[in-house]
Every structure is written in structure tokens, then in C-alpha cells.
């Protein structure tokens, strides 16, 4: 179960657009107040918060059922509503920390024309729609990529073990949790 917790919690950070220090760094000179101000708006016409938890919501299901098919544990109904209200919680409680660490990388990573675009998109008609569709979206994708896990997870190891040299032979096999 701490394995499958953990995909949970990887997936969560995923789903939020990601810009590391040293990119925004490399950028050169802060961000300008406008920047950062179209960010925000960005942040706020995107509603991260709900955003974050239905996308999050709309996955768990297929999440916790390839979960259980790599390891072969199993979870009641109950202890699934419950590690699901956990991940939906601890995403809510998250999202304004996040969007704080996030918002000036953003700034810092996207010309202001670029972030004021986003802004203006995802705060017209169309944008909030695309918003309000997401959740059921990120549930269908994941539903349909569930299939597809489990072959992706085999060629990336073989890659790497290609790459690297690995002996598959005295490599750990996976225990359930």
C-alpha cells in the first residue's frame, strides 16, 4: 500500500506544470510585475485548487487498479475511499503552497506576453470550459492509458538497463506493499 501512496503522491506533482530553479535561473533578471500578475491571473483562471483535486479524483481509480495489478495487493472499497479522501485532501491543503513556489517560476520561465495569454485564454469562455472539462477528461485518459502502463514501465527499464548496463538477473524484483 506505501507503493501505491507513493504513485499517488508522484502523480499529484506531475499534473502541475513543472519549471525547475536552475530553468528559471537561466533566464536571466526577476520577472516583472506584470509577469508575475498574468501568472497569477493565469493561476486563478486555471481554479489550481479544484482543478488539482478533480484531475487528481478523476485518476485515482485507474491509479489504484494499475497499482494493484503490479503488485497484487488488495484494498476494500473502504480503504479505497479512504486512501482517495487522504490524496484529495492532502492535494487541496498543498495547492496554495504549490501555486506560491510555482507562480514566480512561471513568471520566470514565460514572457509576459505568453503568461497574459494563458490568463486571458483560461479566463474567457472557452478557457473556463476547457478548465471545467479536465477532471472528466484526466479520468477517461487515464482509464485508457491504464493498459498501456504497464508495457511503458517494461521498455523504460529495458532502456535504462540498455543505457546503463544493467544485470536483470540480480536486480530486486518488485515486493507488494
Known sequence: MNRTISALLCA????QPVTSTAVAAEKGPAPSARALDCAQRYSD??????TLVGMINGMLPAMIEQERRRTGATLTAE???LMSEAVTEGVADMVPEMMETITPLMAASFTESELCGL???YGSKDGQSIVAKMPAFSASSAAAMQGLIPRLQRDMEARICRKMGCDTTKKPSAQAS
Request: glycine share 0%.
Open 12 to 15: 499529484a506533482a506531475i499534473l
Open 45 to 50: 483562471a486555471m481554479n489550481m485548487k479544484a
Open 79 to 81: 480503504q479505497k475511499r
Open 119 to 121: 490568463a486571458d485564454f
